[in-house]
């Protein structure tokens, strides 16, 4: 059991003889079947196959940076980009948003707002976290010219924008 350091279960053998007034020999664990698995594979699994099969949990996976370079041409030279960066996402949404002149414009005033010294170029995070934090902290009040209502119904379309941005078909096999 983990936690449980007891001379019979200690990962280091402190069980050797050694010469009296001398620290007891350690020598390492042979091999990781002496120690406990820090996960349980199959109930991992079985977690995230409940998850799936259920119709009332929603699941989501995070890939981690990086992952859109490792998808390959058929040919297995070029790098195809399925998944934007964060700045190129960043553009996506901004370039959505010009077919309506008043999100747009409260993209603007937002991307402007997000900007510092040392955060020239915010990014789509950056922006939804300013127009959340503005929707928690003002209610119903209007803020630079822009409603709450206005604002969520933006948050609403940047967040329905990834899906229209990613969704691109992978060639088929």
């Known amino acids: 059991m983990r936690g449980d350091f007891s001379m ?33 594979v199959r109930h991992q699994v079985q977690l995230i196959r409940g998850a799936l099969e ?19 041409d058929k040919e297995g030279k070029a790098s195809l980009k399925y998944i934007p960066d ?19 414009k409260c993209w603007g005033k937002l991307m402007d707002a997000c900007k510092t010294d040392r955060l020239p170029t915010p990014n789509v995070e950056n922006i939804l976290t300013q127009l959340r934090t503005i929707c928690a902290l003002k209610g119903t009040k209007e803020v630079d010219g822009m409603t709450v209502d206005l604002l969520q119904k933006l948050d609403e379309k940047i967040c329905g924008s990834p899906t229209f941005v990613m969704g691109k078909k992978i060639w088929s096999a």
């Open 86 to 104: 964060v700045a190129a996402l960043t553009t996506a949404v901004g370039a959505e948003l010009d077919g309506n002149p008043e999100f747009k």
């Open 8 to 40: 019979d279960k200690a990962p280091i053998s402190a069980k050797k003889t050694a010469l009296p007034g001398a620290a007891p020999a350690a020598t390492p664990v042979s091999g990781p079947s002496e120690l406990e698995p820090l996960h349980e």
């Open 54 to 72: 259920s119709g009332k949990r929603q699941v989501g996976f995070f890939l981690g940076a990086g992952c859109p370079s490792g998808i390959y």
